[in-house]
Every structure is written in structure tokens, then in C-alpha cells.
């Protein structure tokens, strides 16, 4: 782990980790307490962003207070996100963030700890929570309830999908913004399931990279484009199927907290009834807000408000006492 000077204005620090398959995770690491105080297991946080987003998701919901200080919370950018590295393989399975996730626990010396995760975050988290199920105290999905899947049957379609648009792909054209406030703005216009401008302007200029074009007239210009891998645009090579996400989050037995928006993904609303019976080994809480798919940063003092409340009220479960 390397780690870059602090930002007191922003109250946390930017450090990097490589990992064994040589990719390189960029992330944000904010805690209370001074660098000497040692988080309880229930108050240290790996944090997932969502899909095409990045670490900038958590800049206003980790400057709330999570429950009792000290806190400390760790927010990766994912691989082919934000800062971070693309991978070599082109293998972006969402599985391969867990497997990258659980090498930044262990860099950390993080035996037990929680997770938080937004969207594709909370994807994520609810197979870590499964897969390293004695490591995982709390388990907090914002707008999720688990990974989407596709039938088995539709599978090959959803393969060749994915082979047709990776053909296409080199003739694909960066978009080009000529100033961080041009791609601002397309984030907030056209991103997916809305974002306001404000939290626009914290997400997006930790996904942008320079890019330099030639104008007609044979003149240089520079611009932005987005540093996300091209690989992540298109359909991805693999789906899972209800069966295989079940046999994960069967598997959960930490308290579980899942906060979900009115104006979010109403996908969710459907699978949640489905899902419940699978978390018999958690207790369940389910929290309904008022609020768009990223309302944990439209809304962090709401959302904190909500989760500190939730995380308090663990501290009577075993679990929670580590």
C-alpha cells in the first residue's frame, strides 16, 4: 500500500494498492480518531462504488459520522474505474472485485470488517459478504438487493451480445469534453437513473482522464475523456444465473441493512420478496427513503443519519461487540 499526503480540506487520504495480479486500486481512506485510534470491526468499512461510477461516491456520506468515533472507511475504486488500472486479462466479472477487495482487506491487516456498497457496490458486497462470511461483521447495500441475473437459457444471447459489441469496439469514439464542466454536465444529462449537478461535480472528476485531439484545421486540442475501461461500456461476457447469486447470499450471516430509494431502480422492488428467504442465517433490516438511485450522495446527511441508527443498534448482537 502507498499512501499520498492528506487532504484536510476533505478529511481522508488517496493511497493506492497492488495487488498479486498486478492491478493497481486506487482508493480514498478517511478516519476519525487520529492516526493512532483503532476502529472496532463494525466501524471499518471497505466501501463499493457503483457501476462506471468510482471512490468520489462516498466523498459526502464518509464525512458523516457512521457511529462512534473512531470510523474508518476505505473507498476503492474498482478496477478499469476512476483511478485505477484496467485489467490485463479483460476479465471484469463482477466476482474478480471481490477477489480484489479481500487482498485490500489483508494489505490493511483487516481481519474483520464491514462493507458498504451502492449499486453494482452493493452487488459486490453481498457476494464478498457470502464468500468471506467469518470476516464480515455489518453488510450495508444502498439501492440493492443482491446482483441482477439473467435465465440460464438466455445466456448464449447475452454472450454473443457481448462478442458482437467487443468487435465494434475499436471503432468506437472516445467522447471528448473540452472542459471538466462539459463532462459535468453529460454526466448529469445523460448519466444513468439521474444524478444532480451537484453530486455530478463530486463523481465525475475522478473518472476523467486528458485526451488530446487533432481539429480539422490540424490544430491540437485538449480535452477530457472518461479513464473507465471501453470493456465496461459494452455487455459483459458473463451473467449469473438467480441459483448462483442464491448460493452466496445464503451463505450471509452478519446483520444485513439494505437502503432503498423511491425513485431508484425499481427492479429491486421485485426480487426483494424472492431474496428474504435466502438471508435466514442474518437479521434483516430494510430501510425504504424517499430519494433518486444515488440518493446516498443527493441526500448523505439522511442516508448517515439512517445507517449510523442502524449500525448503533447492532451493538447489541454479538457480532457487533468485536
Known amino acids: 500500500m502507498t499512501t499520498t499526503g492528506n487532504n484536510a480540506a476533505s478529511l481522508f487520504q488517496e493511497c493506492t494498492f497492488e495487488l498479486p495480479n498486478g492491478i493497481v486500486l486506487a482508493a480514498k481512506h478517511w478516519k476519525t480518531g487520529g492516526p493512532l485510534a483503532q476502529a472496532r470491526d463494525t466501524r471499518r468499512f471497505l466501501a463499493f462504488h457503483g457501476f462506471l461510477d468510482n471512490a468520489s461516491s462516498f466523498d459526502l456520506l464518509m464525512l458523516q459520522q457512521l457511529g462512534p468515533e473512531p470510523v474508518e472507511i476505505v473507498a476503492l475504486d474498482f478496477a478499469g474505474h476512476g483511478k485505477s488500472s484496467h485489467r490485463h486479462t479483460e476479465d471484469y466479472s463482477i466476482w474478480r472485485?471481490?477477489?480484489?477487495?479481500v487482498h485490500v482487506a489483508n494489505r490493511l491487516g483487516w481481519d474483520k470488517h464491514a462493507v458498504?456498497?451502492?449499486?453494482?457496490?452493493?452487488?459486490?458486497a453481498s457476494l464478498y459478504s457470502g464468500l468471506f462470511n467469518s470476516q464480515v461483521t455489518l453488510c450495508i447495500l444502498l439501492d440493492n438487493f443482491g446482483p441482477f441475473t439473467r435465465l440460464v437459457e438466455d445466456?448464449?444471447?447475452h454472450l454473443l451480445e457481448?462478442?458482437?459489441?467487443?468487435?465494434?469496439?475499436?471503432?468506437?469514439?472516445l467522447p471528448f469534453h473540452p472542459t471538466i464542466e462539459s463532462a459535468v454536465l453529460a454526466r448529469n444529462k445523460n448519466g444513468a437513473y439521474g444524478l444532480d449537478l451537484a453530486s455530478s461535480w463530486?463523481?465525475?472528476?475522478?473518472?476523467?482522464?486528458?485526451?488530446?485531439?487533432?481539429?480539422?484545421?490540424?490544430?491540437?486540442?485538449?480535452?477530457?475523456?472518461?479513464?473507465?475501461?471501453q470493456l465496461l461500456t459494452i455487455r459483459s461476457a458473463q451473467s449469473l444465473s438467480e441459483e448462483y447469486v442464491q448460493s452466496f447470499m445464503t451463505r450471509?450471516?452478519?446483520?444485513?441493512?439494505?437502503?432503498?430509494?423511491?425513485?431508484?431502480?425499481?427492479?429491486?422492488?421485485y426480487i426483494v420478496d424472492d431474496r428474504l428467504p435466502w438471508l435466514h442465517q442474518a437479521k434483516v433490516t430494510i430501510k425504504d427513503v424517499d430519494g433518486n438511485h444515488h440518493v446516498h450522495m443527493e441526500d448523505a446527511p439522511t442516508i448517515a443519519g439512517h445507517?449510523?441508527?442502524?449500525?448503533?443498534?447492532?451493538?447489541d448482537a454479538l457480532v457487533a461487540r468485536l
Not at 458498504?116 to 459486490?124: E, K, P
Not at 457481448?162 to 469496439?169: F, V
Not at 472528476?205 to 487533432?214: D, I, M, Q, S, Y
Request: with cysteine; hydrophobic share 40%.
Open 97 to 101: 472485485y471481490a477477489e480484489d477487495a
Open 116 to 124: 458498504i456498497g451502492h449499486s453494482m457496490g452493493g452487488a459486490v
Open 155 to 157: 445466456q448464449p444471447d
Open 162 to 173: 457481448h462478442i458482437q459489441q467487443k468487435k465494434n469496439l475499436p471503432n468506437k469514439q
Open 202 to 229: 463530486i463523481l465525475v472528476p475522478r473518472g476523467l482522464r486528458l485526451l488530446e485531439r487533432t481539429d480539422a484545421d490540424g490544430t491540437a486540442v485538449q480535452g477530457w475523456t472518461w479513464s473507465t475501461d
Open 252 to 269: 450471509i450471516r452478519c446483520p444485513f441493512l439494505a437502503v432503498l430509494a423511491s425513485q431508484g431502480i425499481q427492479k429491486i422492488r
Open 307 to 315: 445507517v449510523c441508527s442502524w449500525i448503533l443498534a447492532q451493538d
